[in-house]
């Protein structure tokens, strides 16, 4: 009886195991997917130019009017941007000639001027002297004897994204602390 009893112990477990893959093969999980998204990202870009086409060299005559025409220009597809130029003066250049920043710039502090340019699908270009120009003051040779220094005028033009910089002030600040230590 022994026997009979581990037999039928076999063919019982034989069968439920069998019952078993036959019913664990018809069961199926509920199983869904989707299609994969992609997402690419690319760069955004600021590119400005600072040009002139009167040159790079004057004689201070007295009340001559010298045609100065550097220009700003924000080059296409350019993002939305803070635009700076910064008019530097040496030699005392203001004491022997007026000029004046042309309106669409406005002052920030001394010497430093700012637009905020929206983003640009075509070249955007900013005179930065008032009618492109410098007069000489009514000058007598006294005033410039013993001049050692020519005067100069240097204009430089930066530009930093909009998006994350609330104000022109915050702007500059940025560039300042960003600006290279040997340019």
Do not use: H, R
């Not at 690319?42 to 400005?48: E, M």
């Not at 009340?63 to 220009?73: F, G, L």
């Not at 410098?134 to 930093?160: E, N, R």
Request: charged share 20%; aromatic share 8%.
């Amino acid at each position: 009886m022994k026997k009979f009893g581990t037999k039928a112990l076999v063919i019982t477990i034989a069968v439920m195991l069998a019952v078993c893959a036959i019913i664990g093969g018809t069961y199926a999980w509920l199983i869904d997917t989707t299609d994969s998204v992609e997402n690419t990202f690319t760069f955004g870009n600021i590119n400005i130019d600072l040009g002139e086409t009167t040159g790079d060299s004057y004689k201070l005559l007295p009340n001559a009017k010298i045609e100065k025409d550097p220009k700003v220009t924000v080059k296409a597809d350019s993002e939305a941007c803070w635009l700076f130029v910064q008019v530097e003066e040496t030699g005392n250049l203001s004491a022997y000639a007026d000029y004046d920043i042309a309106s669409d710039w406005t002052e920030l502090q001394a010497g430093v001027y700012y637009i905020k340019q929206d983003a640009t699908a075509a070249d955007v270009s900013y005179s930065v002297l008032a009618n492109d120009e410098i007069v000489v003051k009514d000058l007598i040779k006294t005033q410039i004897d013993g001049i050692t220094a020519d005067p100069t005028l240097t204009v430089t033009a930066f530009a930093i994204q909009q998006e994350g910089i609330a104000d022109a002030a915050t702007a500059w600040s940025t560039i300042q602390q960003n600006l290279p230590t040997n340019p």
